[in-house]
């Protein structure tokens, strides 16, 4: 009897969750900020001692600029313009349209609190994060003289260039802006260069914590983003007042959290785009909420291909969503309403010219769509212009107003200095060659669950699995990197994590922010993060990542580059190996990645590298990574803006295997996800290089000789809302772009799975979602422009 109680007692303990526990150094928990009311923001003041590690002159190079420093007075009075660009710019950093990319210089760019006058834009280099002070978020003033593009301009049109911009704005990647008031009110009302942001941009980038303020007169043409192109991205907590648009913006995907617009003109007015989310929206005493270019059927005459809106609370506006054409009785852009609440709204959905196609007032909105609808095995569509399919959302995904739960990057701004402790006073290099790995092992024993452990920049090597405690709160520095390194990565039959967030059934605060994970190849064992730990009880995004990425090969320091790893396959497949799984969430865990990754309450973007961002900027390569996503967590999981592809959003890039897959997942809220297929596929065909796993949960059945995009098996309440799933190349031509075949299927649910998709874009393959992996919705009969569209598709 006695051994068999300590065998029930063995097997009852290792099902325990084991809560956080406090550092050796910590005699109480972190608890509340400690800054007094007249500190200013603790990034202002923290010891800048960050580096980047491979730039020429690693020792010289300047990471931190605080503009004032370099002359910026923030008076109101003085022209700050040149000031503050000489902050962003010094240094031999990528710009000017003679750079195409770059990670070797990265800046972080500072504003104390203050008025800065620009009579001109601000000019946001490539790898820039231009913050502004949290506890009080300087202004931007736009002169009343002010000339150009906008306040902030993330990509320069070359004056006399016939329209050639500095960077190429599919792969204008990592940049952010947050903590400002951008004030354009005293530009002439008429002026259209009253503009706060001109934000052309890709993936891994974000707009957060910014109020737009611009002129209510009735003639205005102020607006607060303009956004013609690109291939994002993510944007949060936003407020705009007046302007004749809040967003004018063309993008071929985004995704859109928290903003408020209040007395403008139009909302949003979206001009094209293959496939946009906006989650919870807030617009008040406009003309229009929504303003929607469409009918553009084909890549030259591209509109708004697919709009999905959930959570808005709309009032004192007379139309929410306007068309600019009619359907007719068939898909010519696709609309999704979700949980919409109208107040005094007399038109929910219309069309220019004052057709009303559904009819507001005071309102809710609960699931409405515009375009074709499908259920489970059935391929024929029904075009519907009304209800469509209500998801299931797990109660543990909402807050308290029943709204997809939302939470901010965390920027602890009522911290004091004191709060936090710096890897570099203690023992961690971050130089991309010293292995640091016992040295952030013993600060995270140290100080985690009493100090906010901040990461300088640097690139911080670990040859063995690196651990972050449950309790911990770690920010970096310009995208800190993580890197693993060595033998302990290198076996693809005994895969280990470079980096466990969390020990294994371990519960307690976890919130990391602008960090990137990475590798120094060739790896074939990385599991590059493993996301073990689970939110404390009744803390919805208690566990989560923001603004952090995982990003393989391609940049300096990686040894996954053009020199070993070229296109043309030279490199072979052995020197060439990335990672075994980029991310993976395990059954006990919970998360919310924001932002650019793929992982549950995220800003996070999970990318192999399609070309060098430290060479020529478009040279291609031809890395492996065996897998984008694995979620076996029974949830919650938020991931909002990710992606994978070889860029990111949420996006998940240019895995072997898969993107995504879902395996005996739970609780996921997942908007918008944006991936892309291999691009050397199907030459090898998947799984080639690696092999099928099946401790893994790995798919076994693969159409077309591709990787899937997105793979869901034995899984409940998944609601995707926004995809933009695409498949570009075959063996790095795009000749089958032309007839849609560069992959046969792109989407597999089994049909025991739980799941609604909504507002789903592919490009380049023939079935966009299939059932026990066959084929059912053709893209053929979903043409939206460049891409395709499935409005909605559930098993019944």
Same mark, same amino acid.
């Given at each position: 009897m006695p051994s068999m109680l300590l065998t029930v007692l063995g097997v009852l303990l290792s099902f325990t969750t084991l809560v956080s526990s406090l550092g050796t150094s910590c005699s109480a928990p972190l608890g509340a900020g400690t800054a007094a009311p007249s500190d200013p923001f603790w990034m202002q003041n923290i010891k800048h001692q960050g580096t980047a590690a491979f730039n020429s002159n690693p020792s010289g190079y300047q990471v931190f600029r605080n503009v004032k420093d370099f002359g910026a007075k923030g008076d109101g009075v003085t022209d700050d313009t040149a000031a503050i660009n000489n902050a962003i710019s010094s240094g031999g950093r990528c710009g000017g349209g003679s750079c195409a990319s770059s990670t070797v210089s990265p800046a972080v760019v500072f504003f104390p609190q203050g008025t800065?006058?620009?009579?001109?834009?601000? !000019?946001?280099?490539?790898?820039t994060q231009l913050i502004g002070d949290a506890r009080k978020p300087p202004t931007l003033l736009a002169s009343p003289s002010f000339v150009g593009m906008a306040v902030i301009d993330a990509d320069p049109y070359i004056p006399g260039g016939g329209g050639a911009q500095w960077y190429t704005n599919q792969n204008n990647f990592f940049r952010s802006v947050r903590n400002f008031v951008i004030d354009v009110r005293q530009v002439p009302a008429t002026d259209s260069q009253g503009t706060g942001i001109h934000w052309q941009v890709a993936q891994a980038t974000s707009l957060m914590n910014i109020v737009f303020e611009m002129s209510t007169a009735a003639n205005t043409a102020h607006q607060g983003i303009w956004m013609e192109n690109g291939s994002g991205g993510f944007m949060g907590d936003l407020i705009f007042n007046g302007g004749k648009f809040g967003m004018w913006v063309g993008n071929q995907q985004f995704t859109v959290r928290n903003i408020t617009v209040n007395n403008a003109n139009t909302a949003v007015f979206g001009v094209w785009n293959w496939g946009w989310t906006f989650q919870g929206v807030n617009i008040n005493n406009c003309q229009v909420g929504f303003d929607l270019t469409s009918g553009g059927l084909t890549e030259s005459d591209q509109t708004v291909g697919a709009e999905a809106i959930i959570d808005a609370v709309v009032s004192n506006t007379p139309i929410f969503v306007r068309s600019s054409q009619a359907s007719n009785g068939k898909l010519a852009g696709s609309v999704v309403i979700n949980n919409a609440k109208l107040t005094n709204v007399p038109t929910a959905v219309g069309v220019v010219g004052g057709a009303t196609v559904l009819a507001g007032g005071t309102t809710t909105i609960a699931s409405w769509g515009q375009g074709n609808v499908y259920k489970g095995t059935n391929g024929a569509s029904t075009f519907t212009q009304g209800t469509i399919p209500t998801p299931n959302k797990a109660s543990s995904l909402l807050d308290s107003a029943g709204h997809i739960f939302g939470k901010m990057h965390p920027q602890y701004a009522d911290y004091a200095v004191s709060q936090f402790v710096s890897v570099k006073d203690n023992g961690a290099k971050g130089d991309g060659h010293t292995d640091d790995t016992a040295a952030l092992n013993a600060i995270f024993a140290q100080f985690s669950g009493c100090k906010i452990i901040f990461f300088d920049?640097?690139?911080? !090597?670990?040859?063995?699995?690196?651990?972050?405690?449950?309790?911990?709160?770690?920010?970096?520095?310009g995208w800190s990197v993580i890197a693993g390194s060595g033998a302990a990565f290198q076996n693809v039959n005994s895969p280990e994590p470079v980096v466990q967030v969390g020990a294994a059934n371990s519960?307690?605060?976890?919130? !990391?922010?602008?960090?990137i994970f990475s590798t120094v190849g060739p790896t074939p064992g990385a599991i590059v993060v493993e996301?073990?730990?689970?939110?404390?009880?009744?803390?919805?995004?208690?566990?989560?990542?923001?603004d952090s990425h995982i990003r393989l090969g391609g940049a300096a320091g990686t040894n996954l580059e053009s020199a070993q790893c070229p296109s043309s396959g030279s490199g072979g497949t052995t020197a060439c190996f990335a990672s075994f799984l980029a991310l993976y969430l395990t059954t006990g865990s919970t998360a919310y990645l924001e932002g650019n990754l793929a992982l549950s309450l995220m800003r996070t973007?999970?990318?192999l590298a399609d070309h060098d961002l430290d060479g020529d900027g478009v040279s291609q390569l031809e890395l492996f990574s065996g897998r984008g996503i694995l979620s076996e967590s029974a949830g919650p999981v938020w991931m909002i803006g990710t992606g994978m592809i070889n860029k990111m959003l949420m996006s998940a890039e240019h895995h072997a295997l898969y993107q995504y897959s879902l395996v005996n997942a739970q609780n996921h809220y997942m908007g918008l996800i944006q991936t892309e297929t291999p691009y050397y596929q199907p030459s090898p065909a998947v799984p080639s290089p690696f092999s099928v796993n099946s401790a893994f949960n790995d798919p076994t059945t693969f159409a077309g000789s591709s990787a899937w995009a997105l793979h869901v098996s034995t899984s409940s309440n998944i609601l995707v809302f926004g995809a933009g799933l695409y498949s570009f190349f075959q063996s790095f031509g795009q000749n089958c772009l032309d007839t849609s075949n560069c992959q046969s299927q792109i989407i597999n649910v089994d049909s025991t799975s739980s799941i609604n998709l909504y507002s789903v874009s592919t490009v380049g393959t023939t079935f966009q979602i299939s059932v026990n992996n066959n084929g059912i919705v053709n893209e053929s009969g979903n043409v939206d422009g460049f891409a395709s569209t499935t409005t909605s598709w559930s098993q019944s």
């Open positions: 800065y006058l620009v009579s001109s834009p601000l !000019i946001a280099y490539y790898y920049a640097g690139t911080y !090597i670990v040859t063995k699995t690196l651990t972050i405690p449950a309790g911990t709160q770690l920010v970096g520095e519960q307690g605060i976890m919130e !990391i922010s602008d960090i996301w073990n730990v689970k939110q404390p009880a009744g803390q919805n995004g208690g566990a989560g990542m923001w973007w999970v990318w």
